[in-house]
């Protein structure tokens, strides 16, 4: 039985044995877990550095500014008075309303935030680069350094304006200890921009439909930050000669495809990262007796920057007769995560068609992702979601919810113990980063409270 208490690797096949005397492939969940204890509340820890960076263009004028002040304020209120933060805004100019400076009584922080107002285009990385800028000096000193970054727009003036250029910087700040989180708004935000600066950042990605949308991503980020156990997490993979291992998921993978080193997402205390992989397996190997098909190491820091020793996952099943294999269950975890891949493809595959306006296309994509996955409640939720979605020929909007959709199905925490059914009780019970929302661009869990717009 799994240890909750300490850091471990689970490796779990679709079926416990190989075929006898075939080539074969075998999917294999590989699952890396961070303890169940939270911290304790009194114990002393690095301070966090965060820079807010708000966009401030004249299409934010009005609620959604008004929003993203208030969530602002949100995250400030939950900082420690030793942590640091810095307020940049910024529409075709960059203005640093408050440099890095430790939270203290949050009152400078709150001035700053009252003199934001809109302003006219969007230099989205000038407006990334002061808040990084804000941050690399003392990075060292940070249990986490993070860019948190909200616009509705796209980066439409500056020095770099183009998808590759701006994420390239937001993986370098990454490799030097300060990552990026996106937060969207809107319809009209540039979602491929937002998603590919937080995936190569190194931090996550959001949106909101409306601005009062914007405060549940809000507070499951600072929610994440609050519970975060192991950062710079790396999972190696090693198998015989003569077997191919190829990664489901979408991460990044350093290294060749032989033995592959996978940037999984940090993990916060209580939850796993996960990764499916496919073996490729000779019939030399599927033969009597156990095979060993698979070796699984990571390596990860705490926030402080001590190494976390995870103890290494070896995978060694037995060959058995093609009649004896057929009669074996197949693992239900190992389906579901498959499940959620193909469904989040399946979605990019809608997504395209939306760039087209197929919405004939569209409907047929989502009916038969409905038949394929009608054991799966959670994506049955989020089929229905893009199914209502579409109904309205909106594009845009449907862009944006199938890629946040997408990548959430195929890089999520996941709990420990993560029941097929859900129900909203259910998962309003887990850790907000934990839950599975039916639609990522709405509040779903945390109602937006109509007296604080």
């Not at 800028?133 to 000193?141: K, Q, T």
Request: charged share 25%; hydrophobic share 45%; with cysteine.
């Amino acid at each position: 039985m799994p240890d909750n208490n300490i850091p471990q690797i689970l490796i779990q096949p679709l079926k416990p044995a190989l075929i006898a005397g075939m080539a074969q492939k075998l999917q294999v969940l590989v699952r890396v877990q961070a303890p169940d204890a939270a911290p304790a509340e009194n114990k002393l820890r690095k301070p966090y550095h965060l820079a807010l960076v708000i966009d401030r263009s004249g299409s934010m004028s009005g609620p959604p500014l008004v929003e993203a002040v208030r969530c602002a304020r949100h995250m400030i209120d939950r900082l420690e008075p030793t942590d640091r933060a810095s307020l940049v805004v910024f529409d075709d100019r960059v203005r640093t309303l408050a440099p890095a400076q430790p939270v203290g009584d949050r009152r400078t922080l709150y001035n700053a935030l009252a003199t934001v107002h809109p302003g006219g285009s969007t230099n989205l990385h000038g407006g990334w680069l002061a808040g990084a800028n804000e941050l690399l000096p003392d990075v060292g000193a940070a249990a986490l350094a993070r860019v948190v970054l909200l616009s509705d727009g796209n980066a439409n003036v500056g020095d770099i304006t183009d998808t590759a250029g701006i994420a390239a910087l937001c993986a370098q700040a990454a490799e030097r200890g300060v990552t990026t989180s996106t937060y969207g708004l809107g319809r009209d935000f540039n979602e491929d921009l937002m998603v590919e600066m937080a995936k190569r950042g190194g931090g996550n990605h959001y949106y909101g439909d409306t601005a009062a949308d914007l405060l549940e991503p809000f507070a499951e980020e600072f929610d994440f930050i609050s519970n975060l156990y192991a950062r710079q997490v790396r999972l190696s993979l090693a198998a015989p000669q003569g077997v191919t291992i190829r990664l489901i998921n979408d991460y990044l993978v350093e290294g060749d495809g032989v033995m592959p080193v996978i940037r999984l997402p940090d993990i916060a205390f209580g939850a796993e990262a996960w990764a499916l992989v496919e073996l490729e397996i000779p019939a030399g190997l599927a033969a009597t007796g156990a095979a060993s098909l698979l070796q699984a190491a990571v390596t990860a820091a705490t926030p402080e920057g001590i190494p976390i020793a995870f103890i290494d996952a070896t995978l060694t099943l037995d060959a058995v007769a093609p009649a004896v294999w057929e009669a074996l269950l197949a693992d239900a975890l190992v389906v579901t995560r498959r499940a959620e891949l193909d469904a989040g493809r399946l979605l990019e595959q809608a997504r395209q068609a939306a760039e087209y306006g197929d919405w004939a296309a569209i409907e047929r994509l989502l009916a038969e992702a409905r038949q394929r996955f009608a054991d799966q409640p959670w994506l049955i939720e989020v089929l229905a979601n893009m199914a209502e979605i579409a109904k309205s020929m909106d594009a845009a909007r449907f862009k944006k919810e199938a890629l946040y959709s997408s990548r959430r199905m195929g890089s999520r925490l996941a709990a420990k113990e993560e029941l097929l059914a859900m129900s909203l009780d259910e998962e309003s019970a887990k850790a907000s980063f934990l839950r599975r929302k039916t639609a990522q661009g709405k509040a779903q869990f945390d109602k937006p409270d109509d007296s604080q717009k």
